[in-house]
């Protein structure tokens, strides 16, 4: 999830172990556990665009980095607040739950978290977008609350509680909306006539109304979408083929096969002109609608000076955010055209 989320997540579950010890002070350094897993971002600046990508939501995203790390941060922030009212072990057990809740929530998201690091497996439920507000506004507006009140106050436990509540019950709603956009995708593509061999569906930017489902055919994928709006229940897919071919002898290097991994197979090769891009499917386009080609995940592959195959990101221009959001918004309300 985005930052502004892990804080109030992590401020939250800090209140909730801590507060009526040491008030605000819980909610700090709950917030500050809460973004401490996401510090692997900083592998960039030392590593290519792959690799960095293959590290996020890794090691520190794991139960075992939440169990490694809580007892060290304890010990330090028990000798900061020395003969205060907690002691190292009501400090490591704030921060073990800050660290742990951020990687728990990011596992609903679509990228996944290695939370069983070192075994290479991401959970992944797909349920919810990484920025929902939400799921967030109310999270933050009861925490808000819950500050103003002293820390032996009754409310004080009772709101951030409500927060944690509404917060939870949310997510379970994103559950029930997933299966049923599923159900929407499965049942048109049977009366289509279209068969398939698997089907990924997840909720498009900033809401869950309008689901998006990537469909994986022999030689293509489709992408489709279904809003709760919609006035019917007929989808409309767009085809991109796999074109896996395109690769030539570049299939056989082992930076194709980390990049296969990384998309967890949901992948096409692109040409244009002269350039080959691999686009990664899981996190879909950069658009809404049959006009939208690009999608958010896409490197373009070539040799460097020496013959050794790259994979560089392509940027995502800041003002194609504009547009794409009325249009997101304008399909959102079951507006198909």
Not at 86 to 114: C, E, V, Y
Not at 130 to 152: A, E, N, Q
Not at 167 to 189: D, E, G
């Amino acid at each position: 999830m985005d930052s502004l989320t892990q804080i109030v997540l992590g401020a939250a579950v800090g209140e909730a172990a801590l507060g009526k010890k040491v008030g605000n002070k819980a909610m700090l350094w709950g917030a500050i556990a809460g973004t401490i897993p996401d510090l692997d971002v900083l592998s960039k600046m030392f590593v290519d665009n792959v690799t960095a990508n293959e590290l996020h939501r890794g090691f520190s995203h794991s139960i075992l980095f939440s169990i490694m790390v809580a007892p060290i941060l304890g010990w330090l922030i028990s000798k900061l607040y020395k003969n205060k009212e907690a002691n190292w072990r009501d400090w490591s057990k704030l921060m073990f739950l800050g660290l742990f809740t951020h990687p728990l929530l990011d596992a609903f998201t679509t990228w996944g978290t290695q939370l069983f690091w070192p075994l290479d497996y991401k959970v992944a439920f797909n349920n919810i977008f990484v920025v929902d507000p939400l799921y967030t506004v109310p999270f933050l507006i009861c925490l808000i609350i819950t500050m103003f009140y002293k820390r032996t106050h009754p409310k004080r436990r009772m709101y951030n509680n409500l927060g944690i509540y509404v917060s939870s019950f949310y997510m379970l709603i994103t559950l029930v909306l997933q299966w049923n956009a599923k159900a929407n995708f499965s049942v048109s593509l049977e009366n289509q006539h279209i068969p398939y061999n698997e089907i990924q569906t997840r909720p498009t930017p900033l809401n869950s109304i309008l689901w998006t489902a990537n469909v994986e055919t022999p030689n293509s994928f489709l992408i489709g979408y279904h809003s709760l709006l919609d006035e019917d229940d007929i989808i409309d897919f767009s085809e991109f083929p796999k074109d896996h071919h395109l690769l030539g002898n570049m299939k056989n290097d082992p930076l194709i096969s980390r990049l296969i991994r990384l998309s967890e197979g949901w992948y096409t090769i692109e040409k244009q002109g002269d350039k080959t891009f691999f686009n990664d499917l899981r996190f879909g386009l950069l658009g809404i609608g049959r006009d939208a080609n690009r999608f958010v995940f896409s490197y373009e592959l070539f040799y460097d000076e020496e013959g050794r195959l790259q994979a560089k990101e392509r940027e995502r221009m800041a003002q194609d955010a504009s547009p794409l959001l009325k249009k997101l918004f304008h399909r959102i309300l079951g507006n198909k055209s």
